[in-house]
């Protein structure tokens, strides 16, 4: 993370807005209450946004705990000094469960082949079971609860008190039209969730929402949510953005500048870029500004996305290369150095993630997570 000043010396950079962070935190805090814990979702380098810059924002706030995808993401947040819990989603090879003992991270046990591993571990780490009720993906089936409730108790090894939690993941909670899918869902959880309750599993913590169950019924906020998209100040769809923006309005946190490196006249006719694909009907100005698809602008862009420079959009030219790309500026009065905003505000005009990602083919999600994170990013 760096400094304001030190702005000057970057090709390009990530900026995170604190204000935008706080609001978002307290518009979701207030959504789920403070019965229910909120656990910020920093999986994926924080959705692209850093995952240590975040962290360290949201963990002042006041979030209850993070969860992240890989235990080595646990353990360096472990290294940055936090030390609420951290709940890994993914699946760790088992020759890592000591590891995640020994930085008190807790792990997601979606299988039984991993359930055994964790009663040949001597001293097994706090997990999470995770059970498949629609999505299709991680998880132990309900009808599996017997087997997984025989594995913890029917062996003197006490693997049963390093058990934390139990959860699903709705497959469609971010759309209306699945509403009964995701209901139908629940209830499969609940049921799990009353059979470790009958089995004297009394106080597990029972989590089954992200950002788009939590704000489509208060009954799926159980003990805890697991908060992604909406602290970045994002919707999981716009059908969501459309019905609860007015009651939860999420500012995003981020965006993506760089610098204007070369300003160059163009000829009608000319071309630009690798493989002659544009060529341009009159003469123009263009800027190159220098990024490409390494650094995270797709290439799916060319000769379609815009930029804003001095508040105003620049049409892509030509090929996103791998570091560098043009743009149309017309006649703005451009010279080197001037920023430009790939996501982001610059004067009236707002270049939203949605917006770019839709016109890129993709969603905001593949979009922020595919930005390079050598990429600084810096707390404004």
């Not at 690798?274 to 060319?302: C, F, K, N, Q």
Request: aromatic share 8%; charged share 25%; with cysteine.
């Amino acid at each position: 993370m760096l400094a304001r000043k030190s702005l000057e010396n970057l090709r390009t950079w990530v900026e995170i807005n604190r204000r935008a962070c706080v609001q978002n935190y307290r518009l979701l805090r207030r959504l789920v209450g403070f019965r229910t814990k909120l656990w910020a979702v920093v999986k994926s380098n924080a959705y692209g946004h850093g995952i240590f810059v975040f962290s360290a924002v949201a963990n002042k706030l006041g979030v209850d705990g993070f969860c992240v995808d890989s235990l080595i993401e646990g353990v360096k947040l472990r290294r940055e000094g936090i030390k609420k819990p951290i709940l890994v989603l993914g699946p760790t090879l088992p020759n890592l469960f000591s590891e995640a003992r020994k930085h008190d991270v807790a792990l997601t046990i979606s299988n039984f082949e991993s359930l055994g591993a964790l009663v040949k571990t001597s001293r097994p780490p706090q997990f999470h079971l995770k059970f498949d009720t629609g999505m299709r993906r991680q998880g132990f089936y309900p009808d599996d609860t017997p087997g997984v409730l025989g594995v913890l108790l029917s062996h003197n090894h006490g693997l049963h008190k390093s058990l934390r939690g139990i959860c699903t993941h709705f497959a469609g909670a971010n759309d209306f039209a699945h509403r009964g899918f995701t209901e139908k869902q629940f209830q499969k959880f609940l049921v799990v969730a009353r059979a470790f309750e009958a089995a004297g599993f009394k106080k597990l913590i029972r989590h089954c929402a992200a950002t788009g169950g939590a704000m489509l019924d208060a009954r799926y906020h159980l003990d805890a949510v697991r908060i992604g998209i909406g602290l970045y100040g994002l919707w999981p769809s716009e059908e969501f953005k459309r019905k609860f923006s007015k009651k939860v309005p999420l500012r995003p946190i981020l965006s993506w500048r760089t610098v204007v490196t070369e300003v160059k006249a163009l000829g009608r006719g000319d071309y630009v870029g690798y493989d002659l694909t544009e060529r341009v009907r009159r003469r123009t100005t263009m800027a190159v500004i220098p990024l490409g698809y390494w650094h995270g602008l797709p290439r799916s862009l060319s000769s379609r996305g815009t930029v804003l420079v001095r508040g105003r959009e620049a049409k892509v030219l030509g090929r996103v290369s791998m570091d560098l790309a043009a743009v149309d500026i017309g006649g703005l009065r451009v010279k080197v150095g001037d920023v430009a905003t790939l996501i982001g505000r610059d004067g009236k005009r707002e270049l939203r993630a949605d917006r770019v990602a839709q016109a890129a083919g993709t969603t905001a999600y593949e979009l922020l997570t595919r930005l390079n994170p050598l990429m600084e990013r810096v707390i404004l």
